[in-house]
Structures are given as C-alpha cells and as structure tokens.
C-alpha cells in the first residue's frame, strides 16, 4: 500500500519492504543474501587482523553506507573512495577515515575535499608537482591539512609516477607544504586481480611489492618515514598480506562478489578465505513463446555487461545469451524449461557498474526481504 502511494506520488518506491517474502520484490530488483554477504565480511575481516594489515574497504564497489557501517563493526580501518563526491555520504555518516584512491584534479574537486578535510580526516593520491601544488594552495586557503599518498605505478600501466626517485621526488615536495603532510605510498596493482591463475596473479603482485620497496629506500634516503603502503583488492590481498611491505589492503567486491571474481582460479593456501556470490539481479521471465527461447526483464539498464554475461543461479540449463535495455533473452539448453512468471537469479558479471544503476538494495536471508538499503552514492561519479 505504502508502495502504491509512493507511486502516486511519482515518487521510486523500494522493490520491496522489511518482512516480504522474496516471491514479492519486483523485479529487476537488486538482492544482497545476508549469510553469504555477512561470512564474506566476516572472512575479510579475520584475515586482515590476522595478518596485522589495515582494512580500508573500497566503497565504490557498493556505494552503500549501510553496508560500510557493518564493514567499520567489524574492524575496518577507514575507507577507499575513487571519487571524491563517494566521500560525502560517509563523512555525513561519521565513517571516517577517508582515502581518495584516485588523483582529483580541478577545482571542483579539490574545494570539495578540502571541506570534507574540515570535518573528517581526509587523505589523497597524486602522481604530479602541479596537482599537488594546487591541493597545497586549496588546503592552505581552507585552512585545513591534506595527507597526500604518492600514487607508484605498481604494474598496471595505469595512473601512478614511477617507482623509487621519482616518486620520492614528489614526497619531498608534499612534505615541503605547510598544509599538506605524505601520507605514504598508494600501489595498487588493479591489472593482477582478475588475472585467473593463481601463480600468475602472484609474478604481479612480486613485481608491485619490488616497486614499493624501491620507493620505502628512496624515501629513506630522502630522510623521509612511509606512515602507510597501500594497495591490494579481491583478487590479490592475501598477496600483499604476506609481502610484509603493504601496511592496509582496501578490497571493495569481496562483500558481494561477482560472476568474474568467482571464475578466478580459487586459492587452495590454508587459511585464504573463499568468498560466495552476495549480490543478485533479480529477474522474472516475462515471455517463452518458442521451445528453446525465453526473456526475462533485466537487461542493459539493470546490471553492467563489459565482464560477461550473468550466470543464472540453479538452472543449469538456462543462459543468458544477451541483453537489449529492458530485456534478456535465455536459451534453454538441454530440455530446460522455463515459465512465465519464474524468478530467476543472475550473478551479474560486475558488481561496481551493476550496484551503481539501483537505488535500493534488498537484503534478504531465508526467503524474507530483511532490509531495504538506500544505494545513496550510487551517481556519485565526479
Ligand atoms: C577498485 C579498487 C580496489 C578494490 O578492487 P576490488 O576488485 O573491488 O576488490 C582497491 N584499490 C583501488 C585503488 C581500486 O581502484
């Protein structure tokens, strides 16, 4: 009923409300299973404490702060934003603190976090003497202090300047602002975490950890101490758990765990945990008008494509073969079946994207709708 009045209201009501059995959400609606969901938190959690390792999880992959306050009960250490704007809901929140994994590079940007930096500790990547010298005049104007991390490449060939002297070279000129303090060295290795065998993630990770090193002795030759090497996600922080030169891993999709991260080599060391898929679009089969065809009602605009298809959860002989916006066409193989009506899971191939097109998260545990969870980063992207 309070459903039907937020439509009359034109408002975008939940897919469904605390207490429904799951044959109620509307679809396609985007399900979190609470027990998979809490032991993959649970398993993070210990490993990290085990090790002696910081755990800042990445927030963009959920953009969820309900989801971010059961991560912080549960030990974590601060958080990874990739934007700046992700970064308002958890101050707002008290999650704190807060690293921004990414350079900010505009104004824009940079006055926002320079607010955030008045109310919540905040810390930043940079990887150029020009964006640092315009973080140190903004902080200076606001008043407030920035730790800014040097970001190294690590080995992705992405953002980050390179390993040893010249990264050193841009620590020397953080430490030399009156409002900016180095916070460290950021080397994330995002290439390695979906790199299948294990042994190859592995030569990766060995490659990011002699880029570190390189760094921590040219930072000690400059007379400067490394209060944090950072980096590590899904795929690879048992890696830099041992390494012994990473001092905080920040891992984002291990809570909900993807199709892709699933078809990763799983890693048979003793003690590693073994994450399970969390996170679901669920879809109802809205057409089966021939014997080897049907359509169900998430495409393009309920979860995110460029990793694959979605596997169908417990119909081995359903795939999804492709979406249109609104649609997904299944081929039954093998004599399945399907009819009208059927609900059906799909593992999304990516959580990050899928997450960011909902509005709401159901929580469910046993067949009951839980908690419905605003997604309130979700078109944060600047
Ligand atoms: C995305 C990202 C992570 C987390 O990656 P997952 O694969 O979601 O665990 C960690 N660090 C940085 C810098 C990232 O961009």
């Known amino acids: 009923m309070s459903r039907l009045d937020a439509f009359s209201r034109g408002e975008v009501p939940p897919p469904a409300a605390p207490g429904d059995p799951i044959e109620r959400v509307d679809t396609p609606a985007l399900i979190v299973e609470l027990d998979a969901f809490e032991a993959n938190l649970a398993a993070m959690a210990a490993f990290a404490a085990r090790h002696g390792v910081h755990l800042t999880p990445h927030f963009k992959a959920h953009k969820t702060p309900a989801i971010a306050k059961r991560q912080k009960a549960l030990g974590a250490a601060g958080f990874c934003v990739q934007k700046v704007s992700e970064a308002a809901p958890l101050v707002a929140a008290g999650l704190t603190p807060i690293l921004v994994t990414n350079e900010l590079v505009g104004d824009a940007k940079i006055e926002l976090l320079c607010a955030l930096a008045a109310r919540a500790p905040m810390s930043v990547c940079a990887d150029n003497a020009t964006n640092i010298a315009a ?20 080995g992705s060939g992405r953002c980050g300047v390179a390993p040893g002297q010249p990264a050193a070279d841009l620590a020397t000129l953080v430490a030399a602002q009156s409002h900016l303090r180095f916070g460290g060295i950021q080397a994330y290795h995002g290439k390695a975490q979906h790199v299948r065998e294990v042994l190859y993630r592995k030569t990766m990770i060995d490659q990011a950890v002699v880029a570190v090193r390189a760094t921590t002795a040219a930072l000690a030759s400059a007379g400067l ?52 898929n969390a996170l679901f679009v669920l879809a109802t089969v809205m057409s089966a008008t021939r014997p080897e065809h049907a359509v169900c009602d998430a495409g393009l605009k309920s979860m995110s494509f460029e990793s694959g298809m979605p596997r169908v959860r417990g119909r081995p002989g359903i795939q999804y073969r492709g979406p249109s916006d609104e649609h997904g066409v299944l081929a039954l193989l093998d ?47 600047f």
């Open 135 to 154: 973080l140190a005049a903004a902080a200076a104007a606001r008043g407030v202090t920035l730790a800014v991390l040097v970001e190294v490449d690590a």
């Open 225 to 276: 101490a490394c209060p944090r090497v950072a980096g590590g996600g899904t795929g690879s922080f048992f890696l830099e758990c041992a390494s012994g030169v990473y001092t905080e891993i920040q891992p984002g999709s291990y809570a909900l765990f993807d199709r892709d991260y699933s078809d990763n080599e799983p890693v048979t060391e003793p003690g590693v945990p073994q994450f399970q």
């Open 335 to 381: 004599g399945a079946k399907v009819a009208v009506g059927d609900r059906l899971h799909l593992i999304p191939g990516h959580v990050d994207p899928t997450v960011n097109l909902h509005d709401w998260i159901v929580a469910t545990r046993s067949g009951r709708v839980e908690e419905v969870w605003p997604v309130v980063a979700r078109g944060m992207v």
